[in-house]
């Protein structure tokens, strides 16, 4: 990464609430084994600070709030809709709607508007928020590899951003979800891959 574009980059952190990522959410079952594995958590706190040392823009995609009737007379239920619905994912003004404790905004960091299904950019104010901040580059982590990173990462690319994935940033369900996205998948259309290190180690100026 060249210092030169930090100005016009920013480091998006895609879901990273208590459901997916806290002893006690309602998905950590599934994704413990990753998330620990990865150290998932400890590589966002890096990847924050390296993000703010580098004066890059710190951006959260949030997945929707579900909450009764969300999904009432939907025309066409995806599995994603489906498990929202069920298990009343990221429930609105519950814990585990919450971001994780060690990955709370600051002021200067923006939040784009929920998102329902995968893409961070899929009806929300996202791709807006990126041309106002004059941004033309964007770093991907968060949750989860296969479906709102993978999905995000798309739609950028379609937009005609210069998209990164922070390949130890991101966890799933299982490994081979993050071996495909990180093997297979991204590399079909993204721009670059990187580390967590190898983030923090690009100048800081």
Known sequence: MDASTYSKTAL?????????????????????????????????KKLIAGARERKIQIIYAPHHHTTEGDYLNWRFLSPSHLGSKNVVLF?????GA?????????????????????????????????????????????MRANTCID?????????????????DGIAAFNWEEIRVTVEITFPNYGHAILSTEEFINTPKS
């Open 91 to 95: 429930e609105k003004n519950s814990w």
């Open 12 to 44: 998006i952190l895609i879901d990273p609430f208590n459901d997916f990522l806290s002893e006690g959410g309602k998905l950590y079952p599934l994704t413990k084994e990753t998330v620990e594995g990865i150290s998932l958590v400890q590589n966002l």
């Open 151 to 167: 999905s995000t990462a798309r739609y950028g690319v379609e937009l005609g951003y210069h998209v990164t994935l922070i390949k």
């Open 98 to 142: 919450q971001f994780h404790p060690e990955l709370q905004p600051e002021l200067g960091d923006l939040i784009a508007q929920n998102h329902w299904t995968g893409s961070g950019f899929a009806n929300t104010d996202l791709d807006f928020l990126l041309r106002m901040h004059n941004i033309d580059h964007i770093i991907l982590a968060g």
